[in-house]
C-alpha cells in the first residue's frame, strides 16, 4: 500500500497554448509514492491547448483532457475538472505556473490531515524584477486575509479533500472572479479553516503587458464589490472614505513613475483595482468604491 493518498491535479485551460507545457513539464517532474492523475479542463480553447497537453500522454500516463461542456468562468472549469477527477484529494493549478520540487509529496501529506490547504507563492523565479514589486507578495509565509473577511487561499496553490468541496456545493459558478475568496470564505463558514504548506511552493506568473494586468485586476475590482453584495451580511465590510482616498492617493503618485522599469505594472495594478471597484458599484448599484 502507498504511504501517500490517491491525488488528482485538476488544471483549468483557456487559451493556454503558449504557457501550459512549461506547467506540465514541472508537474511530470514529480515524484508521487501513491497514485495520481492529472485532469486538464478545457474551458472553451480556440487555440493548440488541448494539442499541448495530450503530448504529455506518454510523461504522464494519468492524464486526461476534459472539455468543459458550455463554457464559462473559471469556477464552472474547476467544478468540471473536480467532477471528472478519479480521487477525493485534489490540488488544483493554473496553466501558467510551475509547481517546485515535491509539491505534491507535500501538498498530498498536509491533505491526508487537513480538508483544505494553500501553498507558499514565490513571484521571483516567472517573473522579470521590476514586475515583482507590482503588489504586494500573497501567501508568501501564511494564508492571507482579505477584504475584512478573513483567510482565502489563492485558487493557483489550492488543495481541498473532495468532500470539503461538496459540503458547500462547490465553486460559485456565477462568479467572474475571486472565486477562490469565496469558497475560502464559505468552508470556514462551516469550520474548515485553510493550512498553510510552506514545504510546497508554487512558482507564481504575472501578467507581463501592462494591458493584461490592468484587465486582471479591473476583474479583481470588480469581483470584490459582487463578494460585497454576497457577503455583506457575513461581516464584510464596506470600503470606507480613507480606504477609498488612500487607494486613489496610491495611483496618484505611480503616476510619476509609469515610464520606469515595472512603473507601468504598478500604475496599472492600482488603477485598475480601483477602476474595477467604480466599475462594479456602478453596475451593481452598490456602494463600495
Not at 474551458?43 to 458550455?70: E, F, H, I, K, Q
Not at 508568501?140 to 489550492?158: E, K, L, T, Y
Not at 462551516?190 to 512558482?203: C, D, I, K, Q
Amino acid at each position: 500500500m502507498p504511504s501517500e493518498p490517491p491525488l488528482s491535479v485538476v488544471i483549468c485551460c483557456r487559451n493556454s497554448a503558449r504557457t501550459l507545457a512549461q506547467t506540465l513539464d514541472a508537474v511530470a517532474r514529480q515524484a508521487y509514492d501513491g497514485w495520481w492523475e492529472v485532469v486538464v479542463a478545457d474551458n472553451g480553447s480556440t487555440d493548440g491547448t488541448a494539442a499541448v497537453a495530450l503530448a504529455y500522454a506518454s510523461r504522464l500516463p494519468n492524464l486526461r483532457v476534459v472539455p468543459v461542456p458550455v463554457p464559462g468562468f473559471q469556477a464552472r472549469a474547476l467544478n468540471t475538472g473536480i467532477r471528472e477527477a478519479k480521487t477525493d484529494v485534489l490540488v488544483l493549478l493554473d496553466s501558467d505556473d510551475e509547481v517546485g520540487p515535491d509539491y505534491l509529496r507535500h501538498m498530498g501529506a498536509a491533505l491526508a490531515d487537513s480538508p483544505f490547504v494553500g501553498a507558499a507563492l514565490d513571484v521571483h523565479r516567472l517573473n522579470a524584477p521590476e514586475l515583482v514589486g507590482r503588489r504586494e507578495e500573497l501567501q508568501a509565509d501564511r494564508i492571507d486575509s482579505f477584504c475584512g473577511v478573513g483567510p482565502a487561499v489563492v485558487g493557483a496553490a489550492m488543495g481541498v479533500r473532495r468532500e470539503a468541496l461538496e459540503s458547500i456545493g462547490g465553486f460559485d459558478e456565477s462568479l467572474p472572479t475571486q472565486h477562490d475568496l469565496d469558497i475560502s470564505w464559505r468552508l470556514a463558514a462551516v469550520g474548515v479553516r485553510a493550512t498553510f504548506v510552506p514545504e510546497a511552493t508554487l512558482h507564481y506568473r504575472y501578467r507581463t503587458s501592462a494591458g493584461a494586468t490592468f484587465r486582471q485586476e479591473l476583474g479583481y475590482g470588480e469581483g470584490e464589490v459582487i463578494l460585497f453584495r454576497k457577503f455583506r451580511d457575513a461581516g464584510m465590510p464596506r470600503r470606507g472614505v480613507l480606504q477609498v482616498l488612500s487607494s486613489y492617493a496610491r495611483i496618484l503618485a505611480a503616476v510619476p513613475g509609469a515610464a520606469r522599469p515595472g512603473g507601468r505594472a504598478r500604475l496599472a495594478t492600482r488603477l485598475g483595482i480601483d477602476l474595477g471597484r467604480l466599475r462594479g458599484s456602478v453596475r451593481l448599484r452598490t456602494l463600495y468604491l
